[in-house]
């Protein structure tokens, strides 16, 4: 393992058998310099799925089309970490987070729901690897269950992370997707989740 904290002078390394792990930006930016291609799960994955996995309904607009909606809502960015992704109260709190920001930047947006507990998966070829709740309390083998049916029945890439979360009244939900090269343990196996890693990026 080599630890790199300069993208822009990254070490002489051999792509074919060098894989990536960290921060997102870091990680594009060194996968450039590689010559590397990251695998990550589309952005717009939740739009995709199963509705009946989602337990609320999510949309894909605009920042300029969302700002006209109901408020309070739940708001992210359809790029990751564009601005924070929040329940946002009222649209000006929204619009000054994303000064800067052009008005045809995708959003995805959904109602408020109360989320009782959250679980990671791993998943590989269709099959989660490894899975553990981070966040309250709820049962970790239920939470894996339906990730392993999202896993088997979802158009995924080769590999990548689920996020479920447990809302009252609809049980397990699909929370989000994340690129494996990128996405924390979360208490998940390291063993297992390096097998993902190690498909997550390729020359």
Request: aromatic share 8%; hydrophobic share 45%.
């Amino acid at each position: 393992m080599l630890r790199v904290d300069r993208f822009w002078s990254p070490p002489e390394v051999e792509p074919a058998r060098t894989r990536l792990y960290g921060n997102d930006a870091f990680c594009l930016v060194l996968a450039q310099k590689l010559g590397l291609t990251l695998v990550s799960p589309p952005d717009d994955l939740l739009l995709h799925v199963d509705p009946s996995w989602l337990g609320r309904r999510v949309v894909g607009s605009t920042l300029e089309q969302v700002v006209t909606g109901p408020f309070p809502r739940f708001i992210k960015p359809q790029v990751p970490k564009l601005f924070r992704a929040n329940v946002w109260n009222a649209p000006e709190a929204l619009l000054a987070e994303c000064q800067g920001l052009e008005p045809q930047t995708r959003v995805l947006s959904s109602d408020i729901v109360d989320i009782r507990a959250e679980a990671r998966a791993w998943v590989l070829e269709g099959r989660v690897l490894t899975c553990a709740l981070y966040e309250g309390e709820g049962n970790a083998s239920m939470a894996q269950d339906f990730l392993d049916t999202v896993a088997r029945r979802a158009s995924l890439p080769r590999t990548c992370v689920l996020d479920a979360a447990f809302v009252a009244g609809s049980g397990w939900v699909l929370l989000e997707a994340n690129a494996a090269w990128g996405a924390g343990l979360n208490g998940c196996d390291a063993n297992a989740a390096a097998r993902c890693i190690a498909e997550a990026s390729h020359a």
